[in-house]
């Protein structure tokens, strides 16, 4: 799972806990609970009754999940919820085509899977400036339209055949 998926799973799975000791009334998770507004203890009510409507495996895997997220170091921890509000925050589409690749990164075979995290860490441990340049290349790539981008790949095509 990606972390951006495991984050969100994790913060989930953090309310739900929160919502299932609030139900229980004993706690500090109770009294959080009755101070929220009500349109937030709504909302986590909603993601209780989601969450148990998933299959057993579904909930096992969330709760597999939490436990790696409770597990990491408190810095690690707000890394993770930092990327979570990072993902929140992009327009729903952004958000679709994240969670499409995520599936796609899950189907691979666990080789190719590696191959593509150390793909991954060679970048962030690349060049600051080649780092930069890769990122301002991704944002202009991201802002083009599709003909645009197909124009691109067949100058690159072209490029590469002379």
């Known amino acids: 799972m990606s972390r951006r998926l495991l984050a969100k799973a994790a913060f989930g799975l953090l309310l739900l806990s929160s919502w299932g000791y ?3 009334g004993t706690g500090e998770a109770s009294v959080r609970f009755q101070n929220l507004p009500e349109e937030q203890k709504e909302a986590l009510r909603q993601r209780w ?3 148990k ?6 909930q096992a895997r969330i709760r597999e999940n939490f436990r790696r ?3 990491l170091s408190s810095e690690e921890r707000a890394r993770v919820l930092e990327n979570l509000h990072a993902f929140e925050s992009l327009p729903k589409q952004a958000q679709a085509e994240l969670k499409a690749e995520a599936r796609t990164f ?4 666990p080789e190719a899977q590696a191959e593509v995290r150390q793909r991954f860490e060679d970048f962030l441990r690349a060049n600051p400036d080649r780092r930069e340049q890769l990122i301002k290349n991704l944002q202009r790539w991201r802002a083009m339209s599709r003909e645009e981008r197909e124009e691109m790949r067949e100058r690159l095509r072209e490029r590469r055949n002379h």
């Open 49 to 51: 009754r989601d969450f």
């Open 53 to 58: 409507a998933l299959s057993p495996e579904e």
């Open 106 to 109: 899950e189907q691979l075979s």
């Open 69 to 71: 997220y409770r597990a």
């Open 22 to 24: 609030a139900q229980s």
